[in-house]
C-alpha cells in the first residue's frame, strides 16, 4: 500500500465522510501525508450544494492533473456528491481522474484501488460493471470507460460500523443519519446523497461514548434534516436526551435541523441541559409563503415565526442563525419584501445568504423558469447582506460587559497569547489569558466580553 492525500470542500457532512475514508484506508493499510507530493493516491472530497465549492474542487483537480505527467502511478479520485450527483458528465473536464466515488460506495475503496491495474490510464480498471465476455470492442471499451465510476446508490449504506479517523481537535463530528427526504425543489442533496436512513441508536451511543473516551470535548450530530432523526421508534428528542446525560461530555450541538422537526419537548429539553449548545441554526430561505410553497419547505411564514418565539422562551440566550435564498424563480418584488420584513421581525444573529442559481436535475431547474434578472437578484442579495451585518452588529454588541463560558479551541492563530474558542451560544470568541493560567483545549473557561465585531467576540479570561 501506499500514501494517501485527502482535500475536503463543503460541508461538515463532507468533514465527517473524510474521516469515514480515512478509517476504511488506514483499515486496509494505506498511510496518511499532509503533503500532496508525497502521496500515491489523492482524495478530493466534493459538495455540489454550492456552484463556487463545486467549481473550486473541479479547478483544484485539473490542477492537479499536471502532477501525473511526471508520476503517471499516481491515483486521483474525487468523492462524495459532486460525483454523485453529477456522475460522468465530469469525465470530461477531468480527464486526469481515475476514480469518480458516490457517498454510499466509500467502503469499495480497497477493491477500487486493488483493481486499479494500470493507474492513470483510464479504462483498464477492474471495478464493478465492466462488460464481460463481449466481442463488441466498442461496448468494451464503454464498459472500461464507465469502470472508472464508483456511483451506485446503496440504501441501507449508513457506515455505522466503521471506526473514523478524527484529527486530534476538540469536536468530534458523529453523522446519525444520511440522505433527505424533504425534497426541496432547489437541492440537489437527495440527489447526491439519495433518500433518508438514519444509524442504529445503538452505534450512535457507541460513537458518542467513543469519542469521550478519546478525549473529545464537544459532539456536533450531522444530517441533512438531523432532526428526523427515526430509529424504531426512537426520535430525535429520545436521541439527544440520552445523549444530553451527565457524562465528561462538555457541550453537545446538532446540524442542521428543519424548522418543520422542531416541537416544545425538543427546545425545552435543550433549554434545560446545560451541555447544549444554546444555538439554533433554522433555515428560513425565504419569507414569502408563495415562494416557501414553490421551494416546498413545509412550513409558513406564521409557522416560522411560531418557533422563533417559541425558541427564545424555552432556550435561554438562544442565538439564532438562518439560510436565505433571493431571487428563487417567481419571486416577485412583494415576496422579497416578504424575505425582509421577516428578517426585521426575527433579527438573526447572523446568516448564510445566497442568489439562487439552479442546480442540474432538481425540480427547480427542470421545470422552475430562472426569471428574476441576474442585476435583480444581486442587489436583492446586497439588501439582505446589509441588513443582516447591521442585525449581527447589534447582537454581538449588546454581548458587550457580559460573562460568557468559552469552550478553548487552542491558541488564536496570529494573535500572539491569545486563544480562540466557542462561547454557548457558539459565537467566534478570541480572549486573552493572565500569565500562568493558560487553558488547554476542550477546557471551559468564564470570559468577560470587551469587544466585538458582527462576527466575533473579543475578551479577557476572568479568574475566579
Not at 471495478?127 to 472500461?144: M, V, W, Y
Not at 449508513?158 to 453523522?175: C, F, K, L, Q
Not at 433571493?326 to 433579527?347: N, Q, Y
Not at 468559552?406 to 451560544?425: D, H, I, M, N, T
Request: with cysteine.
Amino acid at each position: 500500500m501506499g500514501r494517501y492525500f485527502i482535500e475536503t470542500y463543503g460541508c461538515q457532512m463532507n468533514l465527517a465522510d473524510t474521516e469515514t475514508m480515512c478509517g476504511i484506508l488506514d483499515g486496509s493499510g494505506w498511510s496518511r501525508t499532509s503533503e500532496v507530493k508525497a502521496a500515491d493516491l489523492i482524495v478530493v472530497n466534493t459538495c455540489s450544494v454550492r456552484e463556487k465549492a463545486a467549481e473550486r474542487a473541479i479547478g483544484h483537480l485539473q490542477s492537479m492533473a499536471a502532477l501525473k505527467k511526471n508520476r503517471p502511478e499516481l491515483i486521483i479520485a474525487i468523492a462524495g456528491c459532486l460525483p454523485q450527483h453529477r456522475g460522468p458528465d465530469l469525465a470530461s473536464r477531468l480527464p486526469g481522474v481515475d476514480l469518480f466515488i458516490g457517498p454510499d460506495n466509500y467502503r469499495q475503496l480497497p477493491e477500487m484501488l486493488a483493481g486499479l491495474t494500470t493507474p492513470g490510464s483510464p479504462g483498464e480498471h477492474s471495478g464493478a460493471g465492466a462488460a464481460q465476455g463481449s466481442d463488441d470492442g466498442g461496448e468494451l471499451e464503454q464498459a472500461k470507460e464507465l469502470d472508472r465510476f464508483y456511483l451506485r446508490p446503496n440504501k441501507k449504506e449508513t457506515y455505522g460500523d466503521i471506526n473514523p479517523v478524527r484529527e486530534r481537535n476538540v469536536n468530534a463530528w458523529i453523522s446519525i443519519m444520511r440522505g433527505c427526504d424533504r425534497l426541496c425543489t432547489y437541492c440537489a442533496v437527495p440527489l447526491a446523497r439519495g433518500r433518508e436512513r438514519s444509524l442504529a441508536a445503538k452505534d450512535v451511543i457507541a460513537a458518542a461514548e467513543t469519542a469521550v473516551v478519546d478525549g473529545f470535548s464537544a459532539i456536533t450530530l450531522l444530517g441533512q434534516a438531523v432532526t428526523s432523526y427515526q430509529d424504531e421508534g426512537r426520535d430525535f428528542t429520545w436521541l439527544i436526551d440520552r445523549l444530553s446525560r451527565p457524562s465528561e461530555l462538555r457541550r453537545l450541538w446538532f446540524l442542521s435541523p428543519h424548522p418543520a422537526d422542531f416541537n416544545e419537548e425538543m427546545l425545552t429539553l435543550i433549554g434545560e441541559r446545560p451541555v447544549f449548545t444554546r444555538h439554533l441554526h433554522l433555515p428560513l430561505q425565504a419569507g414569502s409563503n408563495e415562494v416557501l410553497d414553490r421551494m416546498r419547505r413545509g412550513y409558513t411564514r406564521e409557522e416560522y415565526l411560531e418557533l422563533v418565539e417559541m425558541a427564545r422562551r424555552l432556550i435561554p440566550d438562544v442565538a439564532i442563525t438562518t439560510d436565505i435564498i433571493v431571487g428563487f424563480p417567481g419571486e416577485s418584488a412583494a415576496d422579497f419584501r416578504a424575505t425582509v420584513s421577516l428578517m426585521e421581525a426575527v433579527r438573526f444573529d447572523s446568516a448564510f445568504m445566497f442568489a439562487y442559481s439552479p442546480r442540474e436535475r432538481t425540480y427547480s431547474a427542470r421545470f422552475l423558469e430562472d426569471d428574476v434578472p441576474h442585476e435583480e437578484k444581486m442587489a436583492r442579495l446586497r439588501e439582505v447582506i446589509d441588513l443582516q451585518e447591521k442585525h449581527s452588529w447589534a447582537s454581538y454588541r449588546a454581548l458587550i460587559g457580559s460573562t460568557t463560558e468559552v469552550l478553548v479551541k487552542g491558541p488564536a492563530k496570529g494573535e500572539g497569547e491569545r486563544y480562540f474558542g466557542r462561547c454557548r451560544s457558539n459565537r467566534a470568541t478570541h480572549f486573552s489569558v493572565p500569565e500562568g493560567k493558560e487553558p488547554s483545549p476542550g477546557d471551559l473557561v468564564p470570559v468577560l466580553v470587551t469587544d466585538v465585531t458582527s462576527h466575533t467576540l473579543s475578551g479577557e479570561m476572568k479568574i475566579e
